[in-house]
């Protein structure tokens, strides 16, 4: 295998007819550039100059290889400006993952901030909850994901992956405004034993089982959905009541539910996520830093 860097060397010496002129030029001394000439002609079992009175010729093969060696170069020199872009961040892409409220709220503030002083950045996001985002990152389907964690189910520690925590999510209960409790500035999860409840996602539902458990009693759900939307317009039209995270609250709220902090219950932490062999790629380091930021802005301004 023939070292790029003594294709370069050879295109220089070929462009200037000497290995003075071409050792002036790379900022080589003169033995350096001879001596990578002579490992070069090694490789490939060939001489490729020879001395004339005039300097240097082309051996055959060496016209062979200066044939190639132009476009070999600006491959090269191609190849080293786009990544020096990559690194400096004046292109690339970014992919994430995230769940749907994070969608709504955490990524648009950190698209827009990471857009407005890097705008040649490209960035693609597709959604899924947790551990299904975590997988997807583990597959090398995103580059950073966003997910969700209550006391409990935390991720376990991974060498290969490394988190940024980025805010705590309080819980709030999800109340028609008729309802009893609604003036209330908050409740505590025992005095809604009664109730019926529309339950969330999976991991979602697991937490409101284990804080019902430890509240003492055990929920009657009405109705079952992902759907954020949905539980709300359930709530509305009486179907039950609903344990929903604050972050969905700030952007969608049906006219006809309140929200109510639950005193006592331990709020979902959101953090983001990367492979630890990709948290070092600018691009992935920035989304990162940028994420860690808005949610401390958040938490700061709730």
Same mark, same amino acid.
């Given at each position: ?8 060397v ?15 030029n790379?900022?080589?001394s ?13 490789v ?17 093969a060496?016209?062979?290889l ?12 191609a ?8 690194r ?11 769940? %749907?409220s994070?969608s ?16 040649e ?8 909850? %947790? ?17 969700f964690?209550?006391?409990g ?36 999860l ?11 996602? %999976? ?9 019902c458990?430890?509240a003492?009693f ?7 959905t ?34 109510r ?21 600018p ?9 860690g ?10």
């Amino acid at each position: 295998m023939v070292d790029p860097r003594y294709i370069g060397v050879f295109h220089e010496v070929v462009r200037t007819g000497s290995y003075t002129a071409a050792a002036r030029n790379l900022g080589y001394s003169q033995p350096a550039v001879s001596q990578q000439m002579r490992a070069l002609e090694r490789v490939l079992e060939t001489p490729l100059f020879l001395r004339a009175s005039g300097g240097l010729e082309l051996t055959e093969a060496g016209r062979i290889l200066a044939g190639h060696a132009d476009s070999v170069v600006e491959d090269l020199t191609a190849a080293e400006n786009k990544i020096a872009a990559v690194r400096e961040l004046r292109r690339g892409s970014i992919r994430l993952c995230a769940f %749907p409220s994070a969608s709504a709220t955490l990524v648009p503030s950190a698209v827009a901030r990471v857009t407005e002083h890097h705008p040649e950045l490209r960035i693609r996001l597709s959604e899924a909850e %947790p551990p299904d985002s975590l997988e997807a990152l583990r597959r090398g389907e995103c580059d950073v994901a966003l997910a969700f964690s209550y006391p409990g189910t935390e991720e376990p520690a991974a060498a290969d992956i490394t988190g940024t925590d980025v805010l705590d999510d309080p819980m709030v209960a999800v109340l028609p405004v008729a309802h009893p409790l609604a003036d209330r500035d908050s409740v505590a999860l025992e005095e809604l034993a009664g109730q019926r409840w529309i339950a969330g996602c %999976p991991r979602c539902r697991d937490h409101f089982l284990r804080s019902c458990e430890a509240a003492g009693f055990e929920p009657d759900i009405a109705f079952t959905t992902d759907d954020n939307l949905a539980v709300q317009g359930l709530v509305a039209a009486g179907v039950g009541i609903a344990l929903m995270p604050a972050l969905v609250l700030s952007f969608l709220r049906h006219p006809d539910v309140v929200g109510r902090p639950v005193a006592g219950l331990p709020h979902r932490r959101v953090t983001a996520y990367a492979l630890w062999e990709q948290h070092r790629i600018p691009a992935t380091a920035l989304m990162l830093e940028t994420f860690g930021r808005i949610g401390a802005e958040m938490a700061v301004g709730s």
